[in-house]
C-alpha cells in the first residue's frame, strides 16, 4: 500500500473549522482516498473517502489535490465530540481489500 | 448504515486460559472480515483476514496457532487468543466490508479490551 504523511496532532477551537491534512505522493491511479476517525476506546469509524473530485457528507468534507499527491479533511464547525484520531489511508478497491493504519493526527478540541 | 458487532467489550481472564471474541456483521453478509490489534497510545496493526469458508490469512509475524480466527458464516468471525499471556493484552478489533456497492468503505466494531493477569 502507498504510504500516507499525517502531523501527530493538531488543535483546533470548538466552532471553528478544522483542515486536517494528508500527504500521499505515491499514490496510484487506482487509490481511493480514505479517513476513518477513531473516538478514545472505540473502533474506528468511517468518515469520507473519494477518488479525485472534492467529497461532502453530512460529517465532513473531502479536499482532493489536483495531482492528487495529497488531501484534507475538512470539518466545518467542530465540536467536543469530534475529538480523535483522524486516519488518511490509500486503498485499492480493485485489489487489496485490508485497510493499513498509520500513526494518524490525534485532534484536541479547546473549549 | 451497516453495523458490526463485537462482543464481548472487555475481558479478563488468567494466564493460560482462551479467551473467544465475536464478530457479527448485523445487516449485511461480509465473506472477508479483518482483525486487529492495538497497543496503549498506538495505530491499529492488522492481525489477519478472515475469508468465509477457507483459512484466514495471517500476517507476517503473527502466530496463526496463537490466534485461531474462524468465519464459520457470512455473518460471523471469531478469535481466539489461546493460551493468553499478560503480553497479548490489548485492544482487539474487528471490522468488515458491505460488499454491496463498491464504496469500499469497512465497519469496525466496538473492539474488545483483553486483561490477561
Known amino acids: 500500500d502507498a504510504k500516507t504523511t499525517q502531523p501527530n496532532s493538531m488543535e483546533s477551537n470548538e466552532e471553528e473549522p478544522v483542515h486536517l491534512p494528508c500527504n500521499h505522493s505515491?499514490?496510484?491511479?487506482?487509490?481511493?482516498i480514505h479517513w476513518y476517525r477513531q473516538l478514545p476506546s472505540q473502533g474506528p469509524e468511517y468518515v469520507i473517502h473519494?477518488?479525485?473530485s472534492n467529497v461532502n457528507n453530512r460529517m465532513a468534507s473531502l479536499a482532493i489535490a489536483e495531482d492528487r499527491k495529497s488531501s484534507t479533511l475538512i470539518l466545518h464547525r467542530a465540536t467536543l465530540r469530534d475529538a480523535a484520531v483522524y486516519y488518511c489511508?490509500?486503498?485499492?478497491?480493485?485489489?487489496?481489500?485490508?485497510?493499513?493504519f498509520g500513526t494518524g493526527t490525534r485532534l484536541t478540541i479547546i473549549p | 448504515g451497516a453495523v458490526v458487532s463485537q462482543h464481548p467489550s472487555w475481558v479478563i481472564c488468567k494466564s493460560g486460559t482462551s479467551v473467544k471474541i465475536e464478530c457479527r456483521s448485523l445487516d449485511f453478509q461480509a465473506t472477508t472480515m479483518f482483525w486487529y490489534r492495538q497497543f496503549p497510545k498506538q495505530s491499529l496493526m492488522l492481525m489477519a483476514t478472515?475469508?468465509?469458508?477457507?483459512?484466514?490469512?495471517?500476517e507476517q509475524g503473527v502466530e496463526k496457532d496463537k490466534f485461531l480466527i474462524n468465519h464459520a458464516s457470512l455473518t460471523l468471525s471469531t478469535l481466539t487468543v489461546t493460551s493468553a499471556h499478560p503480553e497479548d493484552s490489548s485492544f482487539y478489533i474487528c471490522?468488515?466490508?458491505?460488499?454491496?456497492?463498491?464504496?469500499?468503505?469497512?465497519?469496525f466494531g466496538s473492539g474488545t479490551q483483553l486483561s490477561v493477569l
Open positions: 478472515s475469508n468465509e469458508g477457507s483459512k484466514a490469512t495471517y
Open positions: 489511508i490509500l486503498r485499492d478497491n480493485f485489489g487489496n481489500e485490508k485497510l493499513t
Open positions: 473519494g477518488l479525485t
Open positions: 471490522s468488515a466490508r458491505d460488499g454491496r456497492g463498491l464504496s469500499g468503505k469497512l465497519f
Open positions: 505515491t499514490i496510484s491511479g487506482t487509490d481511493y
